[in-house]
């Protein structure tokens, strides 16, 4: 089973981590496709390079920016049977690929696997976030639940794959959502809601582990700035679904009102209650924005309205 692991670059310094991690897999049957946006593709190129000598992997430049429409030009060019992704910032685990193939094969019916993702400890003290994601062994086959996904399953897009069939009944990233797009989060999500509406049965696994090994931002602005473009991005994503006609959409935008007093009332948190407010602003200001702003189109993804300069998207 060959895989196509597809890595959206921006940043030099680590993406030959990134490499170096894939072309030590005890799974043999790979191939490498590193999208780059901005103006780094030559350090990327020659990072890369060095890495992995001998044309295994496709450095390839792309103009404009966002991380769903890096991931959408690698699907396009990969030639695998499963296309898995990963970051630029990450390190997979010598048996990452293995244990992917190893999923697919024993569960032929599902057309997702999502794994681990493990963050270093901390070097700094202070403030600091860096993504995580620690899944259970769990298949989730949304047409015998219709509650939703069984306890332990999770996954985000530093850690996931799908087969090709897969890429071609759910369709491509929305390019309005994730890092680098109008909304900065939460392209992951969409995506694998529009697979569970399909029926798409999905897996998670703590044995697939990619290492986020240089995901750590430090500091309270870093940390602000990443609270902000989660609750905007998050928030759009309700605003999405409210568009879709999903009353979970409206549903989510009063429950982040909600938790925010339950922080502060219930839970008698007062110094939460800043936090709260501000992350409630800038939710409802993104599900505000994608609702004005965009409308969604016949392949389910988001569309503007006009071409009206983009709201702006720093704290005031």
């Avoid at 963050?119 to 298949?139: D, F, I, K, Q, Y």
């Avoid at 922080?263 to 609702?291: M, N, Q, S, T």
Wanted: charged share 25%.
């Amino acid at each position: 089973m060959k895989v196509s692991v597809c890595v959206a670059a921006t940043r030099p310094d680590t993406v030959g981590a990134t490499a170096r991690s894939i072309a030590a897999q005890t799974h043999d049957d790979w191939e490498l496709v590193v999208i780059v946006q901005g103006g780094a593709a030559a350090a990327v190129a020659e990072a890369v390079e060095r890495e992995m000598p001998g044309g295994r992997a496709r450095v390839l430049p792309q103009e404009g920016k966002g991380l769903s429409r890096a991931r959408n030009a690698a699907v396009r060019v990969a030639d695998g049977d499963v296309i898995a992704m990963t970051d630029d910032d990450c390190e997979a685990a010598p048996d990452w690929l293995a244990v992917l193939v190893d999923r697919f094969a024993s569960l032929p019916q599902a057309g997702i696997v999502g794994g681990a993702v493990v963050a270093p400890p901390a070097r700094v003290r202070g403030p600091g976030n860096c993504p995580s994601c620690h899944p259970g062994e769990v298949l989730y086959e949304p047409a015998a639940r219709p509650a939703g996904p069984p306890p332990g399953f999770g996954w985000i897009g530093a850690n996931f794959a799908f087969r090709r069939s897969t890429a071609e009944l759910v369709g491509e990233f929305d390019e309005l959502l994730g890092a680098g797009a109008h909304f900065p989060v939460a392209e992951e999500i969409d995506f694998m809601r529009r697979a569970e509406a399909l029926g798409v049965s999905m897996a998670t696994t703590p044995k697939a582990v990619v290492h986020h090994t240089y995901g750590w931002r430090h500091g309270v602005r870093a940390v602000w700035r990443l609270q902000r473009n989660y609750a905007r991005g998050n928030g759009a994503y309700a605003g999405k679904l409210t568009l879709l006609g999903d009353p979970g959409g409206a549903e989510d935008l009063a429950t982040m009102r909600h938790l925010t007093m339950v922080d502060w009332i219930e839970r008698r948190r007062p110094v939460a209650l800043p936090a709260g407010i501000r992350r409630y602003h800038h939710f409802a200001a993104g599900y505000r924005d994608c609702l004005q702003g965009f409308c969604v189109d016949d392949r389910g993804l988001l569309q503007r309205r006009s071409r009206q300069p983009e709201l702006q998207q720093a704290d005031r």
